[in-house]
């Protein structure tokens, strides 16, 4: 996994880095492969509070390699014309492939995950920032959902993660040209959070902010937030709000937080 993506877990924050700099860190089956996995190991570790994710050198993610696209080109690699069952095959719960979870997996980590985004984000490498519930871009960062230049539609769990950023026409738009927009324009649209100088020392900045909040609180507010833009009726979010709101209410952590606030202390929370 570390010829792809490395891990450093400090204060709990995890720094998630792509690694394939000398080729913009494009997703080739190794970096599929790690990025499932780190997302999957992230999921289970409850000493993670954050995490951020960036790419090494000049790129956030160019997107697929272009071995995958020479393969298509010669017909070595072929869709056709696949049944259900083939088509559902190795899916996990939640319906994903193994290229959609390698961007999903990170709304399914527990805790906050912000991308730093510099360079490129384009075709797979920019829906791999959309997994993140935040993106903090640099102002010259570019950006495409570029999967009809080859031919092709977004697949990595795009049309998903965009319904939930912005408007309808907006992606149609995007997706039908594979135009390259610029990290602030992306901000103006809602595709990303906030423009920064550095943004992976904002995102760092942010992450260890968010650990030091109470953890139990910070994951209950994910689990809110991901049903939020789930299919779910207004009444069943209501009622996951005071499910989490009553297991919290006086819990160590909770507790901890008040106690912290009234003695003017820094707090001291249990994974």
């Known amino acids: 996994m ?11 924050v995890a ?11 494009a997703i080739d089956n190794a970096m599929f492969e790690a990025l499932v996995a780190t997302g999957e190991r992230l999921k289970q570790q409850a000493d993670v509070r954050a995490v951020v994710i960036s790419g090494d050198a000049r790129a956030f993610c160019a997107g697929l390699d272009m071995g995958s696209f020479q393969q298509m080109a010669s017909g070595e690699r072929q869709g056709g014309n696949r049944t259900v069952e083939e088509l559902t095959r190795g899916r996990t719960p939640a319906g994903a492939n193994r290229a959609q979870q390698a961007c999903y997996v990170w709304r399914e980590v527990p805790v906050p995950v912000i991308a730093a985004v ?62 390259i927009f610029s990290g602030e324009e992306a901000v103006a649209m809602g595709l990303a959070t906030r423009v920064c100088a550095d943004p ?20 209950a507010g994910k ?49």
């Open 2 to 12: 570390n010829d792809r993506v490395t891990v450093d877990l400090q204060d709990g």
């Open 15 to 25: 720094d998630v880095r792509l690694v394939r700099g000398d080729k913009m860190n």
């Open 118 to 179: 510099t360079g490129v984000a384009f075709g797979g490498g920019f829906q791999l920032a959309l997994g993140a519930d935040m993106r903090f871009v640099a102002p010259d960062a570019r950006m495409s959902v570029m999967e009809i230049k080859w031919g092709l539609v977004p697949d990595m769990s795009g049309i998903v993660l965009m319904r939930g950023l912005v408007r309808d026409d907006v992606a149609r738009e995007l997706t039908f040209s594979g135009r």
């Open 200 to 219: 992976r020392a904002e995102a760092l900045a942010f992450a260890r902010e968010v650990a030091s909040k109470n953890p139990h609180a910070i994951r």
């Open 223 to 271: 689990r809110l937030l991901n049903l939020a833009q789930s299919d779910a009726r207004m009444d069943e979010i209501f009622l996951e709000e005071t499910r989490e709101q009553v297991a919290l209410i006086g819990s160590a952590n909770q507790v901890e937080a008040v106690m912290a606030n009234l003695q003017k202390r820094a707090p001291a929370f249990a994974d």
